[in-house]
């Protein structure tokens, strides 16, 4: 099911609310009882975030590695003035005093640098593991948190609008890119500062943020003729069962 998750949950709250609609539909997984089916999503957002979700229910949830694995795209808006501990609007903030204004041509040319295969390193403030322990964790107790970089492929990055200082980006890209950790290098490039100040995933593959449902729909009773088939081939043949 495409789910539009709005400002202010996490993707599993999201799931805690779509397993309502499951359970006044009377799902279920055989042996266990009403709201019981099991479910999953296939690529977290952050509660800042909005946007698809695709959330996999029952015998659907074989298929998340597959869909986490699809094409991706975001639209971000950058703010320019200033850093963040955690990459996004909710840190504390450094801010950078420019000598001057970047023009449209120069983000456009330190955009087009970012394009193709490249070096990332993720937010501090990310669920990345640090020595068995999720990176976010480590910072919230004030421990220093030092990630490794990794080459993650970015497809395409176009501005849809630039008008000091934020600058509305759409990014084409591949599985595990930190759109955080784009905006902060975005800053670094230009010598002034970056965070995430806002960001809305739009599609992954062929699925599209128009065609998903806002997430009160999901509250109601969810029946079979309300969830998109799996991808072909990723769900085992036979005879039809329970979610």
């Not at 008008?163 to 670094?188: F, H, T």
Request: glycine share 10%; hydrophobic share 40%; net charge positive.
């Amino acid at each position: 099911m495409l789910i539009d998750k709005p400002l202010g949950i996490t993707s599993m709250q999201a799931l805690r609310v779509l397993r309502v609609g499951l359970a006044a539909a009377g799902a279920r997984v055989k042996g266990k009882g009403p709201g019981k089916v099991r479910t999953g999503h296939a690529g977290t957002l952050d509660p800042l975030a909005t946007g698809l979700l695709i959330a996999c229910v029952g015998k659907a949830t074989r298929t998340v590695d597959r869909l986490m694995g699809l094409a991706k795209q975001y639209v971000a808006e950058v703010d320019l003035t200033a850093f963040t501990e955690t990459d996004d609007r909710e840190g504390a903030h450094e801010v950078v005093v420019v000598d001057r204004v970047p023009s449209l041509e120069e983000v456009r040319a330190a955009c087009d640098g970012f394009v193709g295969e490249v070096e990332q390193t993720p937010p501090a403030y990310s669920a990345v593991h640090v020595d068995g322990q999720r990176a976010y964790k480590l910072a919230r107790a004030g421990a220093s948190v030092e990630l490794k970089s990794r080459v993650v492929r970015i497809d395409a990055i176009e501005i849809e609008q630039y008008e000091w200082p934020i600058a509305r980006l759409r990014i084409d890209c591949g599985k595990g890119v930190y759109i955080r950790s784009l905006a902060r290098d975005l800053g670094q490039v230009l010598r002034t500062g970056g965070h995430l100040a806002s960001l809305r995933r739009t599609a992954i593959g062929a699925y599209r943020v128009e065609d998903a449902v806002t997430l009160d729909r999901c509250e109601r009773p969810i029946n079979p003729g309300d969830l998109l088939p799996a991808p072909v081939g990723q769900v085992s043949s036979g005879k039809a069962g329970p979610l």
